[in-house]
């Protein structure tokens, strides 16, 4: 009795595909697209318009009407650029020398910024703080974050003078409004069940902190660190210009007396250097994470 009804199921779907007109088999052509429905089209619409109105909105103060010089003027750029194809590397150990105290100053910058910014962004996570403390906290590290790093520097040259304390002061305020971002969006998307384990247990807040968050954060929290130190270095080249030591103050001054064969040799030092602390702190990523 089995076999009968196996059979006679299998004879009905053999009759069904001989009934299914041959080019709506296999024809893409045939298949029904399905479309969105009409407000989520509209909405995508407004959207896109608002994005060029933007763009033409800024289009005149942001002078793009001049993009046409990049063409009609080409060849005072390739003057100014054919004065950097002969870089001059007599005095690369000075170049050298500014070049490690920048870098020094961008990792002292970043520890500060980093040591700091681990408790400010706990405050910050409204995950783990009321909002009574959230809000405060995270006005007060976008402040730090919306001023530049060169303002901060010109700040502190006028409160401690020239040199790179100067230049770590700015990178560690400026990045600890960065850090407390980056850290605290990190704590927001944790798994909440180890913190509600040690919660069970009748641990403390801060226990739940140490032993719950932080664990789970770490690898990330590293790896944002090493992002922010290449950046730093690089941040911290252009401190120099307004007095916060490293190379920043050499090629300034290189520019300013227009040699530009010395330039080009401070600018692949600079350009080196970024590569290669790129490359390692890759690598530890890809160790951490």
């Not at 296999?26 to 109105?53: K, Q, T």
């Not at 400010?120 to 995270?138: D, E, K």
């Amino acid at each position: 009795m089995l076999q009968v009804s196996d059979q006679a199921g299998l004879e009905r779907a053999r009759s069904a595909v001989s009934a299914t007109p041959a080019h709506a088999v296999g024809d893409p052509a045939a298949i029904a697209v399905p479309s969105h429905p009409l407000g989520r089209r509209i909405r995508g619409w407004l959207a896109w318009a608002a994005i060029f109105g933007l763009l033409a909105w800024a289009w005149a103060p942001a002078e793009m009407y001049r993009v046409v010089a990049l063409f009609t003027d080409w060849r005072n750029m390739a003057q100014f650029g054919a004065a950097f194809l002969k870089p001059n590397f007599h005095d690369w150990d000075q170049y050298l020398a500014d070049m490690v105290v920048t870098v020094q100053i961008a990792i002292w910058g970043t520890a500060l910024a980093v040591v700091f910014g681990m408790p400010f962004s706990i405050l910050s996570a409204a995950n783990v703080c009321p909002q009574w403390i959230v809000q405060p906290v995270r006005r007060l590290m976008d402040a730090c974050r919306a001023i530049n790093e060169i303002v901060f520097a010109l700040m502190f040259v006028v409160a401690v003078g020239l040199g790179p304390f100067a230049g770590v002061m700015a990178l560690f305020v400026h990045n600890l409004g960065v850090f407390s971002k980056l850290f605290s969006e990190a704590v927001e998307a944790i798994d909440p069940r180890p913190v509600e384990g040690i919660r069970a247990t009748g641990a403390r807040r801060v226990q739940e902190v140490v032993f719950g968050v932080v664990p789970q954060v770490l690898p990330l929290w590293s790896s944002l660190t090493l992002y922010r130190l290449e950046t730093n270095v690089r941040s911290a080249t252009t401190l120099g210009i307004v007095g916060a030591g490293g190379i920043g103050q050499t090629l300034y001054e290189s520019i300013r007396a227009f040699q530009y064969a010395e330039t080009a040799a401070q600018i692949i030092i600079v350009v080196v250097t970024v590569v290669a602390i790129d490359l390692l702190s890759a690598r530890i990523r890809r160790t951490l994470v």
